[in-house]
């Protein structure tokens, strides 16, 4: 158990609609990043947020974005989903600068 | 960011040590190496750290040369709960700097018994 909890951790979703998906940072951790992870590739990387702003983002386009609040936490919110969106989303903790501790993913479907 | 290659797959037998070697050309002198482990449905696991020689914990041993263009992942006498995808990850850890790290495709790792 990494203490990095997202919910949901299923959902489907149709072309079109916008989804938000959230993530619970480990106690005393300050960093939270968020990942894409297709069938059979590894994670990508999306973004990064450090005490509630972005400093980090891959190439991802801008309907992807994300929030990270006073406590840590983080939500990630895809606009427009597309059915190439369709993947295991994680998100990461950590101290800036220190390693990542990952969730167990929110596997999202759109159809 | 340093481009990490890596085999797409290993089998090994219960009880082997296995070592799985990762080649990072391009890595910049700020990078550190660092070996993950995943299994399905579940997200990536920390395994071991390193910058240069060799860093050994209680589960991995990780081995970079003087010139860190490669590093090996070693993990002796491997299990069946051993059989996982194993990424290596080359990317600025220093503390200021943000993570944005670049997974490949990993290392498919089958333990066979």
């Known amino acids: 158990e990494t203490g990095v909890t997202q919910s949901p951790t299923h959902l489907i979703k149709t072309r079109g609609q916008q989804v938000t998906l959230r993530c619970s940072s480990q106690?005393?951790?300050?960093?939270v990043s968020w990942y894409q992870q297709a069938l059979g590739q590894g994670p990508q990387f999306i973004f990064q947020?450090?005490?509630?702003?972005?400093?980090g983002r891959g190439n991802f386009p801008p309907r992807f974005s994300g929030l990270q609040f006073p406590n840590y936490s983080s939500e990630l919110n895809v606009n427009a989903l597309e059915l190439d969106d369709s993947a295991l989303y994680l998100c990461?903790?950590?101290?800036?600068?220190?390693?990542?501790?990952f969730g167990s993913g929110t596997q999202l479907s759109v159809l | 960011l340093a481009k990490t290659t890596q085999p797409i797959s290993m089998d090994s037998y219960e009880g082997q040590e296995v070592n799985i070697t990762c080649s990072h050309n391009?890595?910049?002198?700020?990078?550190?190496i660092t070996w993950y482990q995943q299994f399905p449905s579940q997200g990536p696991r920390f395994i071991i750290q390193?910058?240069?020689t060799k860093v050994t914990n209680e589960v991995a041993s990780l081995f970079i040369p003087a010139d860190r263009k490669s590093s090996t992942l070693s993990l002796p006498r491997v299990s069946l709960s051993d059989t996982a995808v194993y990424y290596c990850?080359?990317?600025?850890?220093?503390?200021?700097?943000?993570?944005?790290?670049?997974f490949g495709t990993g290392t498919k790792l089958q333990v066979i018994p």
């Open positions: 990461a903790s950590s101290s800036l600068g220190e390693k990542l501790f």
């Open positions: 106690s005393g951790h300050n960093t």
């Open positions: 947020y450090y005490r509630e702003e972005e400093n």
């Open positions: 391009n890595i910049a002198t700020n990078d550190y």
């Open positions: 390193g910058y240069k």
């Open positions: 990850l080359v990317g600025d850890f220093l503390p200021g700097g943000y993570q944005k790290v670049t």
